[in-house]
């Protein structure tokens, strides 16, 4: 029960960031793309942590960005 609380939570999350992705957070795009349209579960949960996420850096995010869109 906890764990899906949790999941509810994060979702939620999740789609306040979605909102403001187009404020140019580049960790919120990054989580976007991961979570939809690349459907990469694994990533997805580690972009979610919002602790990962904040230790992660606007910085990482916009390189993680490039990188993706090179490929």
């Known amino acids: 029960m906890t764990m899906n609380r949790a999941r509810v939570v994060a979702l939620a999350l999740s789609a306040l960031g979605s909102l403001t992705a187009g404020c140019g957070d ?33 910085d990482a995010c916009k390189s993680i960005l490039k990188s993706l869109e090179r490929r």
């Open 26 to 58: 580049p960790c919120a795009r990054l989580e976007r793309l991961v979570c939809e349209k690349m459907d990469d579960e694994r990533r997805c949960k580690l972009m979610e942590d919002a602790d990962r996420r904040e230790k992660l850096g606007r």
